[in-house]
């Protein structure tokens, strides 16, 4: 069965830091990833998807790049991060042959 | 552009009432998909319907996708505390790599 990893689950870092989130699957091949980031209690945002390796496709201008090395891997990353970055970030997969999104436990980003 | 509207926003009810959520866009989807979230997890997947009409249930959860795939309801029967939660409903565009999320809908299920 497919498996949807992110880390860290929580990240508390100081304006002006950098960033790496890091998410990986397991058990498919060839998935479509996402980043999204939400809000408290509401939907979500999509940042950036990848359909694959070295393939990312930004919906939103913003401090945030993200990168695709491997085929199952999918980092969220900023050089600076600025206050407004806080929130919570969600990683997704799907299938290339299927409509569902599967999503990982999230990460909880604070800066102050 | 927000495609997906969902209402209500907030609803609050008492252990063992019935309750509707609805998401309704005037785009047409693949295939829409909904979601349940507790705070500080990831959304975890209901269902999805893909079939103009399509009606789905999941024990006290009926799930219906409009005749013009455009629009769905998810209904609760005798809800519970359990069902607490964020729901979410995503649409899938046709180009299979892009989805559109609701504004989601926070229940409360009072015991």
């Known amino acids: 069965s497919q498996t949807i990893h992110q880390w860290p689950a929580t990240l508390v870092q100081p304006v002006g830091s950098p960033l790496s989130l890091e998410c990986t699957v397991e058990g498919t091949s060839n998935p479509n990833l996402y980043w999204y980031r939400q809000a408290a209690g509401r939907g979500l945002q999509l940042l950036f998807y990848s359909v694959g390796i070295g393939q990312i496709s930004s919906e939103v201008p913003q401090n945030l790049s993200a990168s695709r090395p491997q085929d199952r891997q999918f980092i969220l990353s900023s050089k600076k991060l600025l206050l407004s970055d806080s929130g919570f970030y969600l990683c997704?997969?799907?299938?290339?042959?299927?409509?569902?999104?599967?999503f990982g436990p999230g990460t909880r980003l604070t800066v102050l | 552009t927000q495609l997906l509207e969902q209402s209500p926003q907030f609803l609050s009810i008492q252990e063992g009432e019935n309750l509707t959520v609805y998401c309704n866009s005037s785009?047409?989807?693949?295939?829409l998909q909904w979601y349940r979230q507790e705070p500080g997890e990831g959304p975890v997947l209901l269902v999805t319907v893909v079939t103009g009409g399509e009606v789905k249930k999941l024990k006290r959860l009926t799930f219906q996708f409009g005749d013009a795939r455009k629009d769905s309801s998810l209904h609760i029967t005798a809800a519970q505390p359990g069902d607490t939660g964020l729901y979410l409903c995503a649409g899938a565009a046709f180009t299979g790599n892009q989805f559109y999320f609701g504004t989601g809908t926070s229940l409360t299920v009072i015991p």
């Open positions: 997704a997969w799907n299938g290339e042959t299927t409509d569902t999104q599967y």
């Open positions: 785009s047409v989807f693949s295939s």
